[in-house]
């Protein structure tokens, strides 16, 4: 089975600066791309940030020039680096990765259980 689980969240001040983290574990024959997103209360979950296997990046407006996607291959992790937080970012995080499990051809989409990052003074 594959898992992912994020770490790195919690409390922070406006202007304040977290880093999330997303561990992909399990039996993992390739990734294709591992991303972030969030869903504040009340609201839909939206995406925040991707990474694909290149290297290729995608923002959400919002978030561009503040928040940094990259990823550790070796350790199947991608982090997300969040500077100039807002009382806007305030959200429970989610990961997701598209998978290839060992054994099989196609991909899979999985998704972390979410941390929550609060941001206020």
């Known amino acids: 089975q594959v898992q992912l689980v994020e770490s790195g969240g919690g409390l922070v001040q406006p202007g304040g600066s977290l880093r999330l983290s997303c561990a992909a574990s399990g039996s993992i024959f390739s990734i294709y791309v591992m991303g972030w997103y969030r869903q504040a209360p009340g609201k839909q979950r939206d995406l925040v940030a991707t990474?694909?296997?290149?290297?290729?990046?995608n923002y959400e407006d919002s978030v561009k020039g503040r928040f940094t996607i990259s990823k550790d291959n070796a350790k199947n992790t991608v982090y997300l680096q969040m500077n100039s937080l807002k009382s806007a970012d305030t959200a429970v995080y989610y990961c997701?990765?598209?998978?290839?499990?060992?054994?099989?051809?196609?991909?899979?989409?999985?998704w972390g259980k979410g941390t929550l990052v609060t941001v206020s003074s």
């Open positions: 997701t990765a598209q998978i290839v499990p060992t054994g099989r051809r196609d991909g899979m989409d999985y």
């Open positions: 990474i694909t296997s290149g290297g290729n990046t």
